[in-house]
């Protein structure tokens, strides 16, 4: 072992060029795939760490609806036996305010549910009991990374804090968050008695049209989930059976990437499987990449390991030893690739999370498992992919090989030939998927509204709401500001969804549609196109409580004449339609098509101020001076601005952590690509310098040497662009597939992606080849 050991390293000295490409491509490569690997497995495993996991369920009704009644609970407690807890769970529509006394307010969510939460989500208790914590109302459960937050380190159990300066909340617990990736999310949780309190609503608890809750249940150990759906299908009232015709459970481990739609509840986060497959995928072909590098190294040097193989036959060595140490030399190669490798992860993860916004458990890379796993497939993987070399070169007879110095026969080049085109094809593939993210996000992210970047919103806190129309005409007075706009809707933030009867084409019908209260500023300013009808007007009393629609609207719905169109607001009032407009993008372009109705009744939870100042300094002076005015109208409330494009950019947050993440992993594959092909370069120009020699002898120019030394290069990639495009144009379309709003697939981005592999390969190989061709060629023959 310490002879092959030596005998590696002399073998490293003697080719440090390629020998050193080999092995930044392999630890680069096994860099990148133990971070995504980690990454999609903290993914693929959310909520597994749950301890009662394998009987949790969320209720979900047809069409993966996750909102169901309060009064549901009550009815499951007295009917279903096979159910032993229920546990209804709702989120904050408005983000409050907490406040401890003598510190600073803090913006944060809380989440209201019932006492047996904590039976179904699995967390530590750091301080009080996990089994009465949430039995008492105005009660509150803090996250330790919260607690610290309001109240500085030390025991917070005990301690008030005041909810959106009014109630008084005392601290019951501090639990610490799990380690484990979570489909629910929160800093606090308070008794579900506390929503009462806080937010009083008639009916939410006690009638079945309020579908305000999420409801987890905890079955028996016997009970099937199919059987349970059916008894809870069965308390459902006749009138309200039509709803839960499709009525499912979710397990809880499945529920991250159940796609449930979600309206306002932040505390509920679903994630995207497809992106997971995607970045595993990526995983692999990097590591493809760099073992093809390995295959075509290991093979460039097939005939110096002929050669020193001859002279161990002919001292008596058999052929398992000889496989023995060629396997030896490729598995100290690819744990001395790992050694580097968790150097590079460790120099790399700051930069990676920082960019890409991935996050994973770091200890799950120095956990023993892990460690173990590791080791295995470095064995796994250099026993297989040195297979060949070994198989070949202990077959071998001594004679031959020290007779002469072998050369790669026409089949060793073709296979090397096929290899470098398989790793042009990934290029090409790689670069076009590239470009197609790149052109989906700019897609989705522009035409929100015109001139996005002159937008500030501001958050109407609640004393802000009180004086929205003194704070509007506060800025109406400021010559820098163009419009004002108060509504409910803000990129990102909650949308209300309403399923009510409504009076059109001459009957009453139930129809469901997201909704939003804006005045008609707003029309303007998201630059609506009128399709039928006409926009309503704030000067006109008589427009209030009118309602625009979108196109969407009439289509699902299949209304034939939706102008007049009339139903009953959330105050009882009859709203009246009286425009449609063109679709438009309010929701990240991956979420359904959905109907929209925009109302004109008064409400708002924003102010949009568009300004017309260009200038950097003027623009930030205006914003601050809006600020000023704003929170000398909202004393005890932090004031909160956002600049429009902003917020878009932050509802894309998602696609733009995807983009990210494949570009730059991705890019990563493509210089490990570039240096496999220098390290071909370099083998091609060292087998034919005695070639070269002759031909520059006998007169030929330094451009037709390149020529030819590239030529096979530019050979295998439009062989590999053949390949490659209905390959790419395939999975980009699988992938355009999740997008309600998707761009198209321009031939263009083919064109680029071969273009740029043809770049990327001429300039690899062409600086290579002109040091080969300027050499002088009487040095060239006399090495030889």
Request: net charge positive; with cysteine.
């Amino acid at each position: 072992m310490k002879y092959i050991l030596k005998s590696t390293i002399r073998n490293f000295i003697r080719k440090p060029a390629t020998n050193l490409i080999n092995l930044l491509g392999l630890a680069i490569s096994l860099a990148l795939v133990i971070i995504l690997s980690v990454y999609c497995y903290s993914e693929l495993t959310t909520d597994h760490f749950h301890k009662k996991g394998d009987r949790v369920y969320l209720l979900s009704k047809a069409g993966n609806q996750a909102y169901t009644p309060g009064v549901l609970k009550g009815q499951i407690d007295l009917s279903v036996p096979e159910i032993e807890v229920a546990v209804r769970v709702s989120g904050s529509w408005e983000t409050p305010v907490f406040q401890v006394e003598g510190h600073e307010p803090v913006y944060s969510d809380i989440l209201f549910a019932d006492e047996g939460f904590f039976e179904l989500y699995t967390c530590k208790f750091i301080e009080g009991d996990p089994l009465h914590s949430l039995n008492e109302p105005l009660m509150a459960v803090l996250t330790s990374e919260f607690a610290e937050k309001l109240f500085g380190k030390g025991p917070a159990t005990g301690k008030t804090f005041k909810y959106n300066n009014d109630r008084l909340l005392t601290v019951a617990a501090v639990v610490e968050k799990p380690e484990g990736n979570s489909a629910i999310s929160f800093n606090a949780v308070t008794n579900i008695e506390t929503r009462k309190i806080l937010h009083p609503n008639e009916g939410e608890l006690t009638e079945w049209g309020w579908n305000n809750f999420q409801t987890f249940v905890l079955l028996t150990q016997t009970t099937r989930p199919e059987e349970a759906s059916r008894k809870i299908a069965s308390v459902v009232p006749e009138d309200q059976q039509k709803d839960y015709a499709g009525l499912q459970l979710i397990p809880v481990k499945k529920l991250y990437f159940s796609g449930l739609k979600l309206y306002g509840d932040g505390y509920l986060r679903c994630g995207d499987l497809r992106k997971v497959m995607i970045l595993l995928m990526v995983a692999s072909v990097v590591l493809l990449v760099a073992l093809i590098n390995f295959i075509n190294i290991s093979a460039s040097q097939w005939h110096e390991k002929i050669k020193q193989t001859g002279v161990m036959k002919v001292i008596g060595a058999r052929r398992p030893a000889i496989m023995y140490r060629i396997f030896t030399e490729s598995f100290f190669v690819f744990l001395a690739a790992l050694v580097l490798c968790a150097f590079l992860i460790g120099i790399s993860m700051p930069f990676i999370r920082n960019y890409t916004g991935i996050r994973f458990n770091p200890q799950l890379l120095y956990s023993f498992p892990f460690i173990l796993i590791a080791l295995i497939s470095t064995f796994f993987l250099s026993s297989v992919f040195s297979l060949i070399p070994a198989v070949r070169i202990s077959s071998s007879k001594a004679i031959d090989n020290l007779k002469k110095a072998v050369s790669p026969d026409r089949r060793s080049s073709a296979f090397m030939g096929g290899l470098v085109t398989s790793q042009f094809v990934i290029a090409i593939v790689l670069i076009a998927f590239t470009g197609l993210v790149q052109k989906q996000v700019d897609f989705g992210s522009g035409n929100f509204a015109r001139n996005q970047q002159q937008i500030v919103g501001i958050k109407l806190t609640q004393q802000l709401e009180q004086k929205k129309d003194v704070l509007k005409k506060l800025l109406e007075e400021k010559p820098e500001i163009k419009s004002i706009s108060l509504c409910q809707y803000y990129p990102g933030k909650s949308i209300s969804h309403w399923g009510l009867q409504m009076n059109v084409d001459g009957g009453k019908r139930q129809l469901d549609f997201d909704t939003f209260s804006a005045d008609s500023e707003f029309l303007r300013l998201m630059g609506l196109e009128l399709v039928q009808g006409r926009f309503y007007s704030d000067d006109f009393l008589s427009d209030e409580h009118k309602v625009v629609v979108k196109e969407a609207f009439v289509r699902e719905h299949k209304i034939a004449n939706p102008i007049g169109g009339t139903f009953n607001g959330w105050d009882g009032k009859l709203l009246e339609i009286v425009a449609v407009v063109k679709d438009f993008r309010y929701k990240p372009v991956n979420v359904p098509i959905v109907p929209l109705a925009i109302r004109n009744d008064g409400l708002a939870s924003y102010c949009m101020v568009n300004l017309q100042t260009a200038d950097f300094n003027s623009l930030h002076h205006l914003v601050r001076n809006i600020e000023s005015e704003a929170a000398k109208l909202s004393p005890s409330f932090p004031v909160e601005l956002s600049f429009f494009d902003q917020a878009v950019e932050q509802m894309y947050q998602s696609e733009l952590q995807f983009r990210r993440t494949f570009t730059l992993f991705a890019g990563c594959s493509i210089v490990i690509c570039c240096m496999g092909i220098l390290a071909m370069s370099l083998f091609a120009c060292q087998r034919r310098i005695k070639e070269i020699g002759i031909r520059k002898v006998n007169g030929a120019t330094v451009s037709e040497v390149m020529a030819m030394l590239n030529k096979d290069f530019v050979r295998w990639v439009l062989i590999a662009f053949i390949v490659a495009t209905p390959i790419a144009r395939y999975a980009m379309n699988e992938w355009l597939e999740n997008f309600a709003y998707r761009t198209t697939l321009s031939w263009w981005i083919f064109a680029l992606a071969g273009l740029l592999a043809s770049g990327i390969a001429l300039l690899t190989v062409s600086w290579q080849s002109w040091k080969a061709a300027t050499k002088n060629p009487v040095d060239a023959l006399r090495c030889e």
